[in-house]
């Protein structure tokens, strides 16, 4: 499958920003997703990108595509303690519903 | 919105035994469903790809008579993991297509004791 990979671990004070960085292989048109796991629930989908864009914002998110470095990259602005949790970066190929997921970022917003 | 729900949520069985879950798309209809499994401070694994009406295609390494996939329905996909051991205590999550996304269902949490 892809290889789709994130940084394990990241940790802000609450009200800085919090940039969550994915890197993934496919170089075809591609869809990629940031889904947000808490303890004990499943996933939650908070958005997700096209590749022929470069940019999607979303309220505190913001979405950064560099498709030439494969870079994606998730920015949540005015970090509250309710965000901590582990952060997904997927990507599912265009003509395929099968997802490949990084590691995911755990994510500590301390007070 | 589109949602997709998973039954049960937490399960515990004891070892040798089959335990079933369910994934259902709610108000749409879905030809392929995905079933995931997530070890503890792992990421999620594909496991196998549900085809409704027909067999479904396992990823490789995992087990298909152990871990029986039915579609039979456009709403419904079941994973029965047979005679469970300790080593399949893990997170199970399905996936479901509906229009230009994939929605996941909540999750079950399988326990071998």
């Known amino acids: 499958g892809e290889d789709v990979e994130q940084s394990l671990f990241l940790s802000v004070r609450e009200g800085d920003s919090s940039v969550i960085n994915c890197t993934y292989t496919?170089?075809?048109?591609?869809?990629l997703y940031w889904y947000k796991q808490e303890p004990g629930a499943g996933l939650q989908l908070l958005t997700y990108i096209f590749s022929n864009m470069d940019m999607k914002q979303d309220q505190r998110l913001t979405v950064l595509l560099n498709k030439k470095d494969k870079h994606l990259s998730l920015r949540i602005a005015d970090t509250q303690t309710g965000d901590s949790a582990i952060y997904f970066c997927?990507?599912?190929?265009?003509?395929?519903?099968?997802?490949?997921f990084g590691s995911g970022t755990k994510l500590n917003v301390k007070p | 919105g589109a949602v997709v729900s998973q039954h049960p949520s937490w399960v515990i069985c004891k070892s040798g035994t089959s335990v079933k879950i369910e994934c259902r798309s709610l108000?749409?209809?879905?030809?392929?469903m995905f079933w995931y499994r997530q070890f503890p401070k792992q990421s999620l694994m594909l496991m196998a790809t549900s085809n409704e009406g027909s067999k479904a295609t396992y990823e490789q390494g995992v087990e298909k008579d152990k871990f029986l996939i039915n579609h039979a329905s456009l709403t419904l996909s079941t994973l029965t993991v047979t005679s469970a051991h300790p080593e399949d205590s893990s997170f199970y999550i399905c996936s479901a297509s509906g229009g230009n996304t994939i929605y996941f269902g909540e999750g079950s949490w399988l326990t071998v004791v």
């Open positions: 997927a990507e599912r190929p265009y003509n395929f519903n099968k997802f490949y």
């Open positions: 108000d749409f209809q879905a030809t392929t």
């Open positions: 496919d170089s075809s048109s591609t869809y």
